[in-house]
């Protein structure tokens, strides 16, 4: 009988065991995947045009500054690059250049002149050289093709393609590559002469030419229906998802809609005068349209295509632009004022914010590691269990592992259990560590300088930062299977001691809640 029970408890005892070790498991995986299903963090970058401390804030935020790097001038942006955090640039010399978030640094990616510059996601940097090649500047190594004839323009496509278009007497031409590799996959000859209006609309590249859209698909070069329009071809804007394209002409007071999937122009939307420019919001709200004449804007609800009103503004490399929250931010001059952009109605002014160039985007990058992901999960044990100290348990959801193993308090009433066998080896010790502090009052603050895909970098940049006497250390973390190298220093007791050693390093830095 005394045996039957002692049995009894010990299975009781190994299935609590398994909950607690299921339950801690779930709460790291449940964090994990809650911070996964917010999504990225909508972000604003703030550059000076002429150069120096650029700044980031969490929208709509736009008092508490959560990164600052320096950056060269600033003409116009490129793209951001949400793997590698990396804004590409055009400074006011016309030369690409790069703004690291992660490293807080910038520097010009060439200083030969190229035109038709493109940079989609940021990564690669796409241009013309003075020579006609096309030229790809990316941190991997550069690359370039010179064409037969030279070119105009570049199309990077969303599967590594490159399309290449030049103009040969009365042709265009167009080739399709894919580099690293210079060979010619495909080529195709167009009767048409090409003007210096042209555009990606989801897989299809499109050329204008006086009176029409002349396009081919990404992919394999193939022809498609060509979109005919009335009068001169002035400015392009597909929605993000490409299944539309606004297109306005040279004098006309109404603004086409081509149906990409009919090739026709749908519908037209008429406005108070002749049009200019365009400009579509990033998540395919709004369209904002340029007057040929004075500063003001024209706001078109692009789910409607309803003319929402007329706003004041100057009309710049940024803005006026559709913040992520559907606000639309202006340019008076020397303030950028946000407005409603349902109501058209001023809902916030930013002191001397003209000043600066703004740029909105999409990024995780300055987000604090979740409390619960980085808590050390807890195996409870018998006595009769050997423990292995190398345990290591791993989310799923994040390929994060914890290698803390604790051993759980006594229970309040004794299990009998039978003695453990003898080891043939001594048996390491068990780690024990504290568990990682909650985002709260108390919790401690970690001053980052930078989160690196490179170790020998991580730790080159870690050996040279020295603050009164502490040397900052890299911390490894895995990220969707990838790992990640931060250099931190901490932690802190409270945020305003991390502040003061990120301010008295004299680098980019941003403080977050808890321990890396």
């Known amino acids: 009988m005394h045996r039957r029970l ?19 498991s779930d709460t790291v995986g449940n964090a994990a995947r809650a911070e996964a299903s917010r999504g990225p963090d909508p972000i604003l970058i703030r550059l000076p045009r002429a150069g120096g401390a650029v700044r980031a804030y969490l929208y709509p935020r736009l008092d508490s500054v959560v ?38 640094e910038s520097g010009v990616a060439t200083k030969a002149t190229l035109a038709s510059l493109v940079a989609p996601i940021g990564a690669e940097i796409y241009g013309v050289d003075a020579r006609g090649a096309a030229v790809r500047l990316s941190r991997g190594g550069d690359w370039s093709f010179t064409p037969p004839y030279p070119a105009r323009a570049v199309f990077p496509q969303t599967d590594g393609g490159l399309v290449i278009a030049a103009q040969h007497g009365n042709e265009a031409v167009l080739w399709l590559m894919r580099p690293p590799d210079t060979k010619v996959r495909d080529t195709v ?47 392009l804007a597909p929605t993000p998802s490409g299944d539309r394209i606004y297109v306005a002409t040279a004098g006309d007071s109404s603004l086409s809609v081509v149906d990409r999937y009919t ?29 040929a004449r004075g500063d003001s804007a024209w706001v078109v609800a692009v789910a409607t295509n309803h003319v929402v009103g007329s706003v004041r503004t100057k009309w710049s490399g940024d803005l006026p632009a559709t913040a992520p929250d559907g606000a639309i931010a202006l340019n008076s001059g020397r303030d950028v004022i ?50 292995d100290s190398s345990a290591r348990a791993t989310d799923s959801a994040t390929n994060v592992a914890v290698d803390s193993v604790t051993r759980p308090a006594e229970p309040s009433h004794p299990v009998a259990t039978p003695p453990a066998p003898a080891p043939t080896h001594p048996q390491p010790a068990v780690p024990t560590t504290p568990p990682a502090p909650t985002a709260s009052a108390s919790a401690p603050f970690t001053v980052s300088f930078a989160a690196l895909l490179n170790e020998a970098k991580a730790h080159a940049l870690a050996d040279s930062i020295d603050v009164a006497g502490a040397h900052a250390r890299v911390v490894p973390s895995q990220r969707a ?36």
């Not at 010990?10 to 398994?18: K, Q, T």
């Not at 193939?222 to 979109?227: G, L, N, Q």
């Open 263 to 291: 090739d026709k122009v749908a519908s037209t939307i008429q406005l108070p005068g002749a049009i200019s420019d365009l400009r579509m919001d990033g998540l395919g709200r709004y369209v904002l349209v340029r007057p």
């Open 67 to 104: 990164w600052t790097g320096r950056t060269t001038s600033v003409d116009r942006v490129l793209g951001f690059d949400p793997e590698g955090g990396a804004l590409a640039i055009v400074d006011a010399k016309g030369q690409p250049a790069r703004v690291d978030l992660r490293l807080g």
């Open 481 to 516: 299977g990838t790992t990640i190298y931060r250099v931190v220093l901490g932690p802190y007791a409270n945020r305003a001691a991390a502040e003061q050693i990120g301010r008295d390093s004299k680098r980019s830095y941003w403080v977050f809640p808890g321990q890396p």
């Open 189 to 235: 000859v167009l009767p048409i002469t090409m003007r210096s209006i042209h555009a990606q609309v989801g897989d299809r590249v499109y050329l204008a030419t006086d009176t029409a859209l002349v396009g081919v698909r990404g992919r394999d070069l193939s022809e498609v229906p060509s979109i005919r329009v009335r009068g001169h071809i002035v400015a």
């Open 6 to 24: 002692s049995i009894s408890l010990l299975l009781l005892s190994a299935l609590a065991c398994g909950r607690d070790q299921r339950a801690s």
């Open 338 to 387: 946000f407005v409603d952009g349902e109501t058209l109605q001023a809902v916030r002014t930013v002191a001397g914010g003209a000043s600066d160039f703004w740029y909105f985007t999409f990024w995780n990058g300055f987000r604090a590691r979740a409390a619960g992901v980085d808590q050390p999960v807890s195996f409870a044990r018998t006595d009769s269990a050997p423990v």
